[in-house]
């Protein structure tokens, strides 16, 4: 007889209540949450179900299993989650990086990668809106020489300080803060502080309109709201930012944003006048990333 404790039960136990809760993925999840408070991973829990886990372990498990259905993220719960090969600090300070960022990122990285094969001339690099800072950790973890030889000045900004307070933690983690300036910003227009014009601006800003926000709210309302609420229409956020780019960003910029899926022809209209519009499609092959080219 396994002992009432043993870790095979206690994912049971978890995973029903998670189900009659609602999570989508209560097995998974109750195996995650017990690798974390057993301080371990999936592997073990699957392979050790006659372990006992003793009080304490039951008690922090029961702790997290209630935060779990109420709804909290899992990211939220463990204060981390694995993004593009790197550990990212999460909580409530900031939006969870998406999977489908990772496509922001690497149409980032591609951009800098021809640009440097271009010529010398020194790129300034800006992340708009950059919540935990997961977008730019992996350009700055990708580019570490480069940004160190001058080549690329990389910039990380936000308007919510405490997720500029959560990036900065996650930078230190990733030995990358001399590598990043961070600053506070109502898009690219930082308080107080004068940073050069872009030739890449880079953004995943909020897009998902006010009404989908506060319906999908037992599944979003951990986040922060100024993380996901673009206006009625979604895009009253990026409609400032297109309208800014001619003042603020170098010419011939390029920008990547990140987008909803449907979004593409109505974000690209508000693009500036004769500005090059590409898309970058996902692995579903949904628009996810749209590309303009300013041009003089
Ligand atoms: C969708 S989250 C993206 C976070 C992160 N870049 C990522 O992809 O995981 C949007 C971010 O935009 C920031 N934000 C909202 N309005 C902003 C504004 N006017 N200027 C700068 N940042 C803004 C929020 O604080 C939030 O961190």
């Known amino acids: 007889m396994p002992p009432t404790d043993a870790v095979g039960i206690a994912v049971i136990d978890a995973a029903e209540r998670l189900r009659s809760s609602g999570s989508p993925s209560p097995r998974l999840d109750a195996e995650v949450l017990v690798a974390h408070v057993t301080g371990r991973d999936r592997s073990w829990v699957l392979a050790h179900p006659e ?5 304490e372990v039951v008690a922090r498990l029961r702790a997290v299993v209630d935060r779990r259905a109420a709804g909290e993220p899992i990211a939220y719960i463990r204060g981390f989650r694995d993004w593009q090969s790197l550990r990212i600090r999460t909580d409530h ?3 969870i990086p998406r999977p489908e960022t990772e496509l922001l990122a ?9 640009r440097l094969a271009r010529d010398d001339a020194p790129i ?19 580019f570490r020489q480069a940004i160190r030889l001058g080549r690329i000045r ?7 300080p405490d997720a500029l307070e959560l990036a900065a ?4 983690d990733h030995a990358a803060t001399d590598l990043v300036t961070l600053a506070c910003a109502d898009l690219l227009d930082p308080a107080g502080a004068s940073l050069p014009r872009p030739d890449l601006v880079i953004a995943n800003l909020p897009y998902v309109a006010s009404d989908e926000v506060d319906a999908r709210a037992s599944a979003l309302g951990f986040e922060p709201r100024i993380a996901l609420d673009g206006g009625p229409d979604g895009l009253a956020v990026l409609r400032r930012l297109l309208a800014d780019l001619p003042s603020r960003a170098a010419r011939n910029a390029t920008v990547l ?3 909803g899926v449907g979004q593409a022809a109505e974000i690209a209209a508000l693009g500036p006048v004769g500005a090059k519009v590409g898309i970058v499609p996902d692995l579903a092959g949904l628009d996810r990333v749209l590309r303009l080219d300013l041009q003089d």
Do not use: K, Q
């Open 93 to 95: 300070r900031a939006l």
């Open 169 to 172: 933690e996650n930078l230190v």
């Open 51 to 55: 372990a006992s886990l003793g009080p």
């Open 106 to 114: 690497e149409a980032a990285i591609t951009e800098l990668e021809r």
């Open 124 to 142: 300034v690099a800006w992340e708009v809106a950059t919540g935990t800072g997961a977008v730019t950790l992996a350009i700055a973890t990708r």
């Open 154 to 160: 990389l910039v990380a900004s936000d308007l919510s």
């Open 257 to 259: 944003l990140e987008i």
